[in-house]
């Protein structure tokens, strides 16, 4: 049973591999550019694992930057994931601390967003679920930016393949199948009032503070507003 599960949830993460693809050639192409190894490369991916994060540590390294300079900002690039984790937690309660510790761990913006699509259609999402779908994303990351970074000499401008792309590519069709289970349980009304309240926070941080914040502030409004609207 729980090989079947385990199945299911790595299948589910199909979208999130095929973004990897493109999204970890690019991330080891520029690696290349930044002096990092195939072995670096292959370690970044397995102990970091964040794909902002090692584009920005990627152009730092090529900057010559400080590694305290380095760790402080990839913490701030990630601190979103704190937020992420929080709420798989609520999706998985009464599951075992090291196991909800292993979930949270490799929990990515784009396994996150499966995950949430799956609790629309049930709400008892496995772990063993959840297993499959974060590790099938982990291994193709690391898979990807390696192959990236091998070949990556031999592609002297890949911004013109169009790469960069494919990450919003990826977000839009997880996004979308998950607003479309949305829209079957929850009110118009609702989402759009959550969706105007994300857009808003964001255009009136977007000049002010970094855009790794703004989304970090933004997502949390959105989530306040649901709340409220759920009390109603």
């Given amino acids: 049973m729980s090989k079947t599960l385990v199945r299911e949830g790595a299948i589910a993460a199909i979208?999130?591999?095929?973004?990897?693809?493109?999204?970890?050639?690019?991330?080891?192409?520029?690696?290349?550019?930044?002096?990092?190894?195939a072995l670096e490369m292959?370690?970044?991916s397995l102990l970091v694992y964040a794909g902002s994060a090692q584009f920005v540590m990627?152009?730092?390294?090529?900057?010559?930057?400080?590694?305290?300079s380095m760790a402080v900002?990839?913490?701030?690039?990630n601190l979103r994931h704190f937020l992420l984790s929080l709420h798989a937690t609520t999706i998985f309660q009464g599951n075992r601390l090291a196991s909800n510790l292993f979930i949270g761990s490799f929990l990515t913006d784009e396994s996150y967003g499966v995950l949430l699509r799956k609790q629309l259609e049930t709400s008892d999402v496995s772990p063993y679920w959840m297993?499959?779908?974060?590790?099938?994303?982990?291994?193709?990351w690391f898979v990807f930016t390696v192959l990236g970074n091998l070949i990556g000499g031999f592609i002297p401008q890949p911004e013109q393949?169009?790469?960069?792309?494919?990450?919003?590519?990826?977000?839009?069709?997880?996004?979308?199948g998950q607003l479309e289970a949305m829209v079957r349980q929850v009110s118009l009304k609702k989402l759009g009032l959550i969706l105007l309240s994300i857009?808003?926070?964001?255009?009136?941080?977007?000049?002010?503070?970094?855009?790794?914040?703004?989304?970090?502030?933004?997502t949390v409004v959105g989530c306040f507003v649901g709340?409220?609207?759920d009390d109603q």
């Fill in 15 to 37: 979208p999130t591999v095929l973004g990897y693809a493109s999204i970890g050639l690019a991330c080891g192409i520029v690696s290349v550019n930044s002096g990092v190894s």
């Fill in 42 to 44: 292959g370690l970044m």
């Fill in 58 to 68: 990627c152009a730092m390294l090529l900057a010559g930057a400080p590694l305290v």
């Fill in 73 to 77: 900002t990839i913490f701030f690039v």
């Fill in 131 to 140: 297993y499959g779908n974060n590790m099938a994303s982990y291994a193709s």
């Fill in 161 to 176: 393949l169009g790469l960069d792309f494919a990450l919003v590519a990826m977000f839009v069709g997880i996004f979308e």
């Fill in 199 to 218: 857009f808003v926070a964001y255009m009136g941080l977007a000049m002010l503070v970094s855009a790794y914040i703004t989304v970090l502030v933004a």
């Fill in 227 to 229: 709340v409220m609207l």
